[in-house]
Every structure is written in C-alpha cells, then in structure tokens.
C-alpha cells in the first residue's frame, strides 16, 4: 500500500498551515498613513511629541485610527485620504515646517498576526507607487578640486623643506613652477619618492624648463571617483532613513550614477529634500570665558535640547578634510570615535592644538565639532501648494577636551554610547557630501498606476492558474485534482516566504510567478507520465504509483536545479527588475519540488493509498 507516516503527514501539513499564517496578511488592505520625522537624523520623537501630536489632530477634528512612536518617527494612520491629506497640512503648520511628513500607505495587519511576525510582501516601485530619482555624481569638478587642493598642499609642503616653488591650476592639470633648477631637482625627488598608490602611480609627471606638470594617472582617478561615489552613498542612505520608507533602494548605476527609489512615497517635494540636502562639518575651538563677543559666537547641542556654547569664530578646519572615521572603544571600554584627516587638516589641527592640550595648560581648552545643515522648511498655502523656506541650521555635535597635540589621526572620547559613537562617526564620514550632484531624473509613479499593474499581475496569475486547473482536471481526473490543490499550496508558499524574508514583489517578479504556476504542473505531469508507462506495463496500480514517484524525482531534481541554477545568476548579475524576476522564480522551484513531490503524493496516497484498486486509468 501507498502510505505516509503520521509524522510524515504532520511535517507535510505543519508547513502547509505555517504558510498559510504567513500569507495571510497579503490579504489585509493597505490603508493611508503619514511617516513623520524631525530633520536631523539623530532626534528622538519623545513622549511629548506622541502627545502633542495626538493633541492637535483631535482638536482639530482629524480622525485617525491610531499613532505608533518609532525611534526617530512618528507613523500615524487613517481611515481615508481626506484626513490624511488633512493630517498633513495641520501638523505643517502646527510643526512651523520643522516636521519631515511623507505620505504613505500602511499594511492593516491584525495585532496577533503582527506578533507571530506575519507581515505583507513589500511591494517595489512598480507596485506600490512611489518616487525614482537618478543622481549624477560630478566627479570632473570633483577631481579638479581635488587636484587643486592638492597643488596648495604640495607647494606648502615644498615650503617646509626650504623648496620654494608657486603652483597654478587649469582643470585637470597642475603646474608647480620653481626659481630654480635645484629645487626643481629636490621637488622631482620628492614627488618621486611618493608618487605611489596600490594599483600604482598617483600622478602623471611631465617636465618643461622650471616647471612640473602633475595630472592624476587613470588609476587614481577611478580610486577617487569610486571613493566620492561610495561616499555619496553612505550619506544618501543615511538621508533616506530619514523618510522611514519600507525597502526603499540606494544603489550605484554605472560608474557615476546613484538611483534612489523610495516606495509608497507620493510626496516627492519631502523626499528630494531629505536627499538633495546640504550638510557640512566645522572644528572650532571652545571660546575662552573672558574672549570677546567679537570673536565667539553660540551654539546648541544637537542631541541636548537647551544647552549652548560658545565656539571661537575662526574655524580649524571642516569636514571636507576628515578621510575617515569610525567608532570603536578605548583601553577602559568606553565608546570612541577613531578620525583621520588629509594632510592640510594634520597640519591645521597640529597648529590648534599644540598649544591648547591637557598636556601644555594642565586642563585642555575643548575641541567642538559643528554641524551645518542646510534645511528646508515645508508650508502650504490655501490651495495646498508647497511653499519652501531655506533655513541653515548649526548644531554641536561633540564638544572633547583636547589631552595632547592632534595630527593626521586622533580621536574623540567623552561620548555618552556606543550608538552615539556610530552616529557621529557617520556624520563626519558622510556629513558633507564627497562630492556634488544633481538630479538628472525625477519620476513620480501614482498608486493608481500601481494598482493597475497589481490588479494586471493578479489577473494573469489567475488565469494562468485557471487554465492550468481546467486542464490537468480533465487530463488527469483524481490526479489532476490533487496536482491543483498542489499548485495552491504553492502559490501560498511563495507568498508566505517572500512576506517573511522581506523580499520585494515587482512586477517582472509576477511573471515570475506565472512562470512558476507552469513549472510547478510540469513535475506533476512527469510523475503521471511515468504512472501511465507502469500500468501499460502490466504494473499492478500501487507499485505503478510508486514507481511513478521514485523514477520521476531524479528527472524532477536535475530539471529544476538547473532551472535554478539559472535563476541565481540572474539575481548575481542582473540588475533590479531582473531581480525581481530571479527572486519569485528561485523561491518558486523551491517550493514547487516540495508541493509537486510530497504534496500530491500525500492526497494520491489519501485517494488510492488505503484500499485495492483493481484497475486505474491515468
């Protein structure tokens, strides 16, 4: 007889019913929501926040169905558009324009489903509607600036070995020029000397009477750009955070190009604000108590609310000069932040901490570190149009007192955490932007266009699925009656393993699925086949069954492993609708070798598996 085990039949069902849990929230509608958050990335929406918004809304009639408080955003969600068009403009207003509110849409999933961690599939661009931005990196004025910096950096540098020597800059070149040839000779000597990066020579030296001539080599010029680029990454990705946007995607395109896509986000005046925002770092000393208001000016904290300093006004160097930075702990475990600076900020921080150190004055004057941000306040007027307001922000983020004489490399203690330590490493990292950029795409996608291709996508799997349905039925009766129930199974563990691993449906990924509703009845129809074959071959029909399943599993095995060998080189090498596409179609072989395989076994061994059969027709 064609029997399963208890245990066998339990692990079977157990995972068909855990599918079927975490598929379940697919079926909730969204609903309409606002994300809110403070400008600056590192404010924490308090309790009074919650309150205060929740204070304003109802007073003014709003109706919402409830707030939630995240970290460093407020999500409150409606019933309908109209109160969260509503919401927006009020806390516009009640906010003066300080609040980032981007629309957005919210899944309604129940409380207890929520607990188990049962969440929809997130849906990509396409889908859910949302905003694609392309930025172009401007690595030409990039690498001029850079190569000019670095003219007045050598000419110093020359200076300092008694080498005197003038330097212009046009574009990519520059001219270093002496007034004589001993010290073009000690010039060329040093520039020789180190004239040398990991995949080979910094510079390009040519030499004309009294004059060198310096152009970046092709190696270091895609070193730089590749850094100014990465870099532009780390701080849009920060930036983005900023939205709370679900899956939202950051990703280099092509040698110069980032593409910034931010699902279920329709206010696109909010989210080119957060990215295209200006931001730069200043290192000033901590003014004396008997300096003159002539010479310091006073700041605030940015993460301590009420408290100020007073900051010099000369300015030791700025955030264009740190090269890195990253968190760490000291020898007594308490959190730190490891900097290094390029030779013009070593020497500018030698200079203003030599003579301020513990280790000079007793007590060290304090080294603050300024944040300035460029931001833009949001108002509406009565027709609800957008009206912006530019407004430069300068905020302390760390104010340390100065133990010894700083260079190139030093680091800043007296942080309160850990996660504070990270955070100001970020900033000074990706504070500033490398490099500048600009937009040179902006498209808005309406839900409404994303609902169209939901519904498109949905319709072709249903009828792909129907089809398939009508056809196995007739072809194959009981048979084909339990390759269907096979196939919804597979379809619902698709679903559930893309909501719980957080992969994001496209709408290439919907053909994906389409594709997988075909192969899924295609191992179905291999075992039938062979079935077919055994009875004609006079097999009694148990073994015909048996032998059915267990001689069509190695042909199942190589046909989908190559199939999916396939699929996750499309997701290694293909680009986002690509792998969409190889996403839904891996996952989708996955589960139909176990739908195909245990599944129908499971309902034929139901069907035929507990009595005699004297004669079966396939």
Same mark, same amino acid.
């Given at each position: 007889?064609?029997?399963?085990?208890?245990?066998?039949?339990?692990?079977?069902?157990?995972?068909?019913?855990?599918?079927?849990?975490?598929?379940?929230?697919?079926?909730?509608?969204?609903?309409?929501?606002?994300?809110?958050?403070?400008?600056?990335?590192?404010?924490?929406?308090?309790?009074?926040?919650?309150?205060?918004?929740?204070?304003?809304?109802?007073?003014?009639?709003?109706?919402?169905? #409830?707030?939630?408080?995240?970290?460093?955003?407020?999500?409150?969600?409606?019933?309908?558009?109209?109160?969260?068009?509503?919401?927006?403009?009020?806390?516009?207003?009640?906010?003066?324009?300080?609040?980032?509110?981007?629309?957005?849409?919210?899944?309604?999933?129940?409380?207890?489903?929520?607990?188990?961690?049962?969440?929809?599939?997130?849906?990509?661009?396409?889908?859910?509607?949302?905003?694609?931005?392309?930025?172009?990196?401007?690595?030409?004025?990039?690498?001029?600036?850079?190569?000019?910096?670095?003219?007045?950096?050598?000419?110093?540098?020359?200076?300092?070995?008694?080498?005197?020597?003038?330097?212009?800059?046009?574009?990519?070149?520059?001219?270093?020029?002496?007034?004589?040839?001993?010290?073009?000779?000690?010039?060329?000597?040093?520039?020789?000397?180190?004239?040398?990066?990991?995949?080979?020579?910094?510079?390009?030296?040519?030499?004309?009477?009294?004059?060198?001539?310096?152009?970046?080599?092709?190696?270091?010029?895609?070193?730089?750009?590749?850094?100014?680029?990465?870099?532009?990454?780390?701080?849009?990705?920060?930036?983005?955070?900023?939205?709370?946007?679900?899956?939202?995607?950051?990703?280099?395109?092509?040698?110069?190009?980032?593409?910034?896509?931010? !699902?279920?986000?329709?206010?696109?005046?909010?989210?080119?604000?957060?990215?295209?925002?200006?931001?730069?770092?200043?290192?000033?000393?901590?003014?004396?108590?008997?300096?003159?208001?002539?010479?310091?000016?006073? +700041?605030? +904290?940015?993460?301590? !609310?009420?408290?100020?300093?007073?900051?010099?006004?000369?300015?030791?160097?700025?955030?264009?000069?740190?090269?890195?930075?990253?968190?760490? +702990?000291?020898?007594?475990?308490?959190?730190?932040?490891?900097?290094?600076?390029?030779?013009?900020?070593?020497?500018?921080?030698?200079?203003?901490?030599?003579?301020?150190?513990?280790?000079?004055?007793?007590?060290?004057?304090?080294?603050?570190?300024?944040?300035?941000?460029?931001?833009?306040?949001?108002?509406?007027?009565?027709?609800?149009?957008?009206?912006?307001?530019?407004?430069?922000?300068?905020?302390?983020?760390?104010?340390?007192?100065?133990?010894?004489?700083?260079?190139?490399?030093?680091?800043?203690?007296?942080?309160?955490?850990?996660?504070?330590?990270?955070?100001?490493?970020?900033?000074?990292?990706?504070?500033?932007?490398?490099? !500048?950029?600009?937009?040179?795409?902006?498209?808005?996608?309406?839900?409404?266009?994303?609902?169209?291709?939901?519904?498109?996508?949905?319709?072709?799997?249903?009828?792909?699925?129907?089809?398939?349905?009508?056809?196995?039925?007739?072809?194959? #009766?009981?048979?084909?009656?339990?390759?269907?129930?096979?196939?919804?199974?597979?379809?619902?563990?698709?679903?559930?393993?893309?909501?719980?691993?957080?992969?994001?449906?496209?709408?290439?990924?919907?053909?994906?699925?389409?594709?997988?509703?075909?192969?899924?009845?295609?191992?179905?129809?291999?075992?039938?086949?062979?079935?077919?074959?055994?009875? #004609?071959?006079?097999?009694?029909?148990?073994?015909?069954?048996?032998?059915?399943?267990?001689?069509?599993?190695?042909?199942?095995?190589?046909?989908?492993?190559?199939?999916?060998?396939?699929?996750?080189?499309?997701?290694?090498?293909?680009?986002?609708?690509? #792998?969409?596409?190889?996403?839904?179609?891996?996952?989708?072989?996955?589960?139909?070798?176990?739908?195909?395989?245990?599944?129908?076994?499971?309902?034929?061994?139901?069907?035929?598996?507990?009595?005699?059969?004297?004669?079966?027709?396939?």
């Amino acid at each position: 007889m064609n029997q399963f085990k208890i245990w066998q039949i339990g692990l079977i069902y157990s995972v068909l019913i855990v599918g079927i849990i975490f598929a379940m929230p697919n079926f909730y509608p969204t609903k309409p929501a606002l994300q809110v958050g403070f400008g600056a990335s590192s404010s924490v929406l308090n309790t009074n926040i919650f309150q205060s918004v929740t204070s304003e809304l109802e007073g003014k009639s709003i109706e919402f169905e #409830k707030i939630e408080l995240n970290d460093n955003s407020l999500k409150i969600i409606f019933d309908d558009v109209e109160n969260q068009l509503a919401g927006r403009r009020a806390l516009a207003e009640y906010s003066d324009g300080d609040f980032i509110i981007a629309l957005n849409s919210e899944p309604s999933t129940p409380e207890w489903l929520r607990s188990l961690g049962g969440k929809p599939v997130n849906l990509g661009l396409d889908l859910a509607g949302g905003i694609h931005f392309l930025l172009e990196v401007d690595t030409k004025r990039y690498s001029q600036e850079r190569l000019s910096s670095e003219g007045a950096s050598l000419v110093e540098e020359f200076l300092s070995r008694n080498i005197n020597a003038s330097y212009s800059s046009t574009g990519s070149e520059i001219k270093l020029s002496f007034i004589n040839s001993n010290n073009l000779e000690q010039a060329r000597e040093y520039l020789n000397q180190n004239n040398f990066i990991t995949s080979g020579s910094k510079y390009a030296i040519s030499q004309s009477g009294n004059n060198i001539n310096l152009q970046y080599t092709n190696e270091y010029l895609a070193e730089i750009i590749d850094y100014a680029v990465e870099q532009n990454l780390v701080a849009l990705r920060n930036r983005v955070n900023e939205l709370g946007v679900s899956e939202p995607i950051v990703q280099r395109q092509g040698r110069s190009r980032i593409v910034v896509e931010l !699902p279920g986000v329709q206010d696109s005046t909010s989210a080119k604000k957060i990215i295209g925002k200006t931001a730069n770092l200043e290192f000033r000393l901590e003014a004396r108590p008997n300096d003159s208001f002539l010479r310091k000016e006073s +700041f605030p +904290f940015k993460n301590q !609310p009420g408290r100020t300093v007073f900051l010099e006004k000369v300015i030791v160097l700025t955030g264009d000069n740190v090269t890195n930075a990253q968190s760490s +702990f000291d020898e007594n475990g308490r959190p730190q932040v490891n900097i290094n600076l390029d030779i013009d900020g070593g020497r500018a921080m030698q200079n203003a901490t030599k003579d301020n150190s513990a280790k000079v004055l007793g007590k060290g004057r304090n080294l603050g570190v300024l944040l300035i941000e460029e931001k833009t306040k949001t108002y509406f007027d009565e027709n609800d149009n957008v009206i912006q307001e530019k407004v430069p922000v300068r905020q302390i983020i760390s104010n340390a007192e100065i133990q010894n004489t700083l260079g190139t490399s030093f680091r800043i203690t007296g942080l309160g955490s850990s996660q504070e330590a990270s955070e100001l490493a970020l900033l000074l990292r990706a504070g500033a932007l490398a490099a !500048p950029m600009t937009f040179v795409e902006e498209q808005t996608i309406g839900p409404s266009l994303g609902q169209e291709n939901i519904e498109k996508g949905i319709n072709s799997v249903i009828i792909g699925f129907i089809l398939v349905f009508i056809f196995m039925l007739i072809r194959y #009766k009981l048979f084909g009656l339990s390759a269907n129930i096979a196939l919804m199974s597979n379809l619902i563990l698709v679903t559930a393993i893309m909501s719980t691993v957080g992969a994001t449906l496209t709408l290439p990924g919907i053909a994906g699925i389409v594709l997988t509703v075909g192969m899924a009845v295609d191992a179905n129809v291999l075992i039938f086949a062979r079935i077919s074959e055994e009875l #004609k071959a006079n097999v009694d029909p148990q073994n015909a069954i048996r032998n059915g399943f267990s001689k069509a599993f190695s042909t199942i095995m190589d046909a989908n492993i190559t199939t999916l060998l396939v699929a996750l080189i499309l997701y290694a090498i293909g680009t986002g609708p690509i #792998k969409g596409f190889a996403v839904t179609l891996s996952i989708g072989i996955v589960t139909s070798i176990f739908t195909a395989i245990l599944v129908t076994r499971s309902l034929v061994n139901f069907i035929y598996g507990y009595r005699r059969i004297e004669e079966l027709k396939i």
